[in-house]
Nanobody
Framework: QVQLVESGGGLVQAGGSLRLSCAASGRNFSTYAAAWLRQAPGKEREFVSGISWRGSRTYYADSVKGRFTISRDNTKNTVFLQMNRLEPDDTAVYFC?????????????????WGQGTAVTVSS
């Protein structure tokens, strides 16, 4: 079993930056693909970014490409999401997720473990 705990959310002005962290506990996390997904009020949960188990492959939604960077440190069982040039449309609860499969999926149904989420609010 894997437990995920996100941190780093908050309130920021448009154009600002935030760095989200996802700390994992449990065995085998370093062999799982991981991702960040977000859910804005009244909207479905959507894929933001994913990273393969070794960190060699990364994936981004078109809406965040060039602004967000995902990374992981398997020695610390932690996944990061660096968010730059934030926009009001980035406002959402951000969830960290992991899958036993080492391949990144882009739908919520492909993930086995979830964190509780961290809220990001971007003011205009």
């Amino acid at each position: 079993q894997v437990q995920l705990v996100e941190s780093g959310g908050g309130l920021v002005q448009a154009g600002g930056s935030l760095r989200l962290s996802c700390a994992a506990s449990g065995r085998n996390f370093s062999t799982y693909a991981a991702a960040w997904l977000r859910q804005a009020p009244g909207k479905e949960r959507e894929f933001v970014s994913g990273i393969s188990w070794r960190g060699s492959r990364t994936y981004y939604a078109d809406s965040v490409k060039g602004r967000f960077t995902i990374s992981r440190d398997n020695t610390k069982n932690t996944v990061f999401l660096q968010m730059n040039r934030l926009e009001p449309d980035d406002t959402a609860v951000y969830f960290c997720a992991a899958t036993r499969v080492g391949i990144v999926g882009t739908t919520p149904y492909e993930y086995d473990f979830w964190g509780q989420g961290t809220a990001v609010t971007v003011s205009s």
